[in-house]
């Protein structure tokens, strides 16, 4: 019952945080500030912390959003691993034991950096999400692959997940005209799912449902759709959205090899991560080039979008309603195709199409 203070980031707390004064009541949090309580057994215990230890409670609310509470001080934390109900002390134990032997580490991962700038990134960092774009960039490309690694064990355990077969080889025959030169080895990954959906998971990793295989009309439309994604990895967009999701200690534990509690994080939010409308933007653009460079005619990306948008939304679930302001980005991907002409474009052919087609139609019905 002795209240603790701690920064609320996420639902209500705001995407900065809020300071807030928490407490347990039975087999709830009780966060005071918005007024509301969290039922225990959703908490997701995880560590973390630059300068000293840190501990955050996470966890989804209604509408999926992730939020956390971080206890502020060394004694507020005191207050938590004491007075937490029975049903998460398992987590906190394992994970903040394992964090108190880890520290050393974690030192050592930091070797390259000043005090004083590892002061000014947590400043930067709690003033948003700009400043996650800039330290994406220092991350280095065996940490992002590791991350992506990670959420990828997790899409599988949730099953339906092909690594070949016609399908998977459609996907990964069209999504690797779009990779040429990247530094990224990407893997195409199929998984049976009727919502008509894409994603892309930091270090080159692109999943399509079937469901999306299925609206597909031709290859070309498929291509836009992968191309997109593509761009989301490039631009390193899935990586920013999931660190600004899983916070900078998740990103240290998977360093440290300490990668429990990401593992149990990204199990929830694997293939929920939203764009901003800029980074959307910024893929639309991109993967127009990428598809010009692979003398694939774009207009495939136009004609995908269009064809969910003039579908009842509420009955496409998945790729567009992650990707938001359709019509508006409809437009803007018209008045590009326009404005960079490409004679040398050709329609996309795909040896494994009808193969694929046929799968997809009779494997759900
Ligand atoms: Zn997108």
């Known amino acids: ?37 969290v039922d ?42 004491r007075e937490a109900p029975a049903a998460l002390q398992p987590q906190l134990q394992r994970l903040w034991g394992e964090r108190q032997r880890n520290r050393r580490q974690v030192s050592g991962w930091l070797l390259g950096l000043t005090g004083a700038t590892v002061v000014a990134t947590a400043l930067l960092w709690w003033q948003g999400g700009h400043a996650v774009g800039a330290l994406a960039g220092l991350i280095p490309l065996s940490t992002e692959k590791q991350l992506g690694e990670l959420a990828l064990a997790q899409v599988r355990a949730q099953g339906g997940i092909s690594e070949s ?53 031709d290859p070309g439309e498929l291509a836009g759709v992968l191309a997109h994604e593509v761009q989301h990895v490039e631009q390193r967009h899935s990586l920013r959205q999931m660190i600004s999701s899983l916070g900078w200690g998740a990103l240290v534990g998977v360093t440290i090899g300490d990668i429990s509690a990401v593992a149990a994080m990204l199990a929830h939010q694997a293939g929920t991560l939203y764009f901003s409308r800029d980074m959307e933007e910024e893929a639309d653009r991109l993967g127009l080039l990428a598809l010009q460079r692979a003398q694939i005619r774009p207009d495939g990306m136009l004609h995908f979008f269009q064809k969910l948008d003039d579908k009842d939304k509420a009955n496409v679930p998945g790729w567009i ?45």
Request: proline share 7%; charged share 15%; net charge neutral.
């Open 1 to 37: 019952m002795t209240p603790f203070q701690a920064l609320l980031t996420g639902p209500d707390g705001g995407p900065a945080g809020t300071p807030v004064s928490a407490h347990f009541f039975g087999a709830q949090l009780v966060i005071d500030a918005p007024g509301h309580g």
């Open 40 to 81: 225990v057994a959703q908490l997701i215990v995880s560590v973390g912390g630059v300068d000293g230890p840190e501990l955050f409670l996470n966890w989804l609310d209604e509408p999926g959003r992730q939020a956390s509470l971080k206890p502020l001080t060394a004694d507020d934390i005191a207050i938590v691993l």
């Open 165 to 217: 077969g016609v399908a998977q080889q459609t996907v990964q025959e069209i999504g690797r005209q779009l990779t040429t030169g990247s530094r990224y080895q990407y893997r195409w990954l199929v998984k049976q799912d009727d919502t008509v959906n894409a994603f892309a998971m930091p270090g080159g990793i692109i999943v399509v449902h079937t469901g999306l295989l299925r609206q597909a009309g």
């Open 321 to 365: 309603s992650s990707h938001p302001q359709t019509a508006a980005r409809a437009q803007q991907i018209r008045s590009l195709i326009a404005a960079t002409p490409c004679p040398a474009c050709v329609p996309l052919a795909s040896q494994h199409w009808q193969a694929m087609k046929a799968l997809v139609a009779s494997a759900d019905k």
